[in-house]
């Protein structure tokens, strides 16, 4: 009996669960020690995330030009010297148009919030379930005027005061970090998969370096796709929008653009506040939004997606959407950019691994089956 309980599966799984339960309460119960080494993995992870992106941008130029025999050093200059003119051209011209609209939208807050405001106690007027609730008495003691609006904004502002000044901080310090991992990124990246090579036998290193390449492809193609499909569809809903004539085209087409790197949720996160303002202004205009929206999403998941993507991200909508939803509980925004492709990467690593294993099984089923030629000659000898 002993012998049995021994050999128990059910006893096994249930000292690995114990074991695990303890670990967790040990590390729960020192969990303070830990805290510089989060506080320094946080710290970096802002920087070393941005590098990496721009890494995956940008390293295809620095390849094209050492392909031209430009040494990489100079071939690095380049990038950076066009990096720099792209950023200099999109502060002259897309960022001023930004600022302007942006404050437009500010400033026109109160009328949006009082023809929200009247529509809402026209409709409560109309019908009398409704009167019974008081809403219009409700909706009447909300104060949108501009003075109440900018006295608010002024104490949320006071208040954040700290974090506001420490944000600012943040984002100088990253703009001189971020460059300087980029350029150690660009000049050293292609030694990575040579080194990890060094840490595997022999005969496992061409496998490895064939799936760091697919993993680098994966990324690569994403990262590109993303940055492909954000400009379209930001600037195919801007051209529609002013087709049309909606307010503000040029900042929702851009709000567009940014929410299309969150796959399947983010046409409707980009839709939200164009088709708030549409209704404001009339049912016809905010139709023409939904109209123009569902066009640009067709010909992006039609034509742009799949050529830009292709398989490299074959995944299941379904599989994308509890994705998301995991990643936004558990890190917010940011996971939810970065869940997509690290499940990408995720499931390249699962798939080359199971695939090598059913190809060292079909070969070692073709050894056993295979005559030995030698000892047959010498058995006719």
């Known amino acids: 009996m002993p012998k049995k309980l021994k ?44 590098a990496g992106f721009l890494y995956y941008l940008l390293n295809p130029l620095v390849n094209l030009l050492e392909k031209i025999k430009v040494k990489r050093p100079l071939g690095i200059l380049i990038v950076f010297l066009v990096l720099i ?57 909300i104060d949108v005027s501009p003075s109440k609006i900018a006295k608010n904004s002024f104490f949320a502002f006071t208040n954040n005061l700290g974090s506001v000044v420490s944000s600012a901080a943040g984002i100088v310090i990253n703009l001189i970090t971020i ?44 990262f590109a796709g993303q940055m492909i499909e954000c400009l379209f569809v ?28 969150i796959p399947y949720l983010g046409p409707y996160l980009g839709i939200a506040p164009a088709l708030a303002i549409a209704l404001i202004d009339s049912w016809p205009k905010a139709i ?51 869940a997509i492709p690290l499940y990408a990467v995720a499931k390249t690593v699962v798939t080359y691994t199971v695939n090598l294993i059913h190809l060292s099984r079909e070969n070692n089923i073709v050894n056993v089956d295979k005559p030995d030629n030698n000892a047959n000659n010498k058995n006719s000898n």
């Not at 051209?89 to 897309?94: A, E, N, P, S």
């Open 85 to 141: 003119l792209a950023i200099v051209g999109i502060i002259m011209t897309v960022i001023p148009n930004l600022v302007t609209q942006v404050t437009g939208l500010v400033s026109n807050i109160p009328y949006f919030l009082s023809k929200v405001q009247t529509g809402v106690s026209d409709f409560v007027s109309h019908h009398s379930m409704l009167q019974k609730l008081n809403l219009t008495k409700l909706i009447s003691s």
């Open 234 to 261: 930001g600037t195919c809903t801007f051209i529609g929008y002013t087709i049309i004539g909606m307010p503000y085209a040029f900042l929702l087409g851009f709000v567009a653009g940014i929410c299309n790197i």
């Open 288 to 338: 023409a939004v939904v109209i123009i929206v569902l066009i640009v999403q067709q010909v992006d998941g039609n034509f742009i997606y799949p050529n830009v993507v292709g398989k490299a991200l074959d995944i299941h909508p379904l599989t994308i959407i509890l994705i998301l939803l995991a990643a936004g509980n558990l890190a917010g925004l940011l996971g939810m950019l970065l």
């Open 7 to 50: 050999e128990s599966k059910v006893v096994l799984w249930l000292a690995i669960a114990l074991l695990c339960a303890t670990l967790i309460f040990v590390l729960s119960r020192i969990s303070f020690l830990f805290a510089p080494i989060g506080t320094f993995v946080s710290t970096l992870f802002g920087p070393v995330i941005a």
């Open 179 to 222: 460059p300087v991992i980029l350029f150690y990124f660009l000049k050293d990246g292609h030694k990575f998969g040579p080194n990890i090579r060094k840490f595997f036998p022999a005969r496992y290193r061409d496998r490895v370096s064939d799936l760091l390449h697919q993993m680098n492809k994966t990324i690569s193609r994403y």
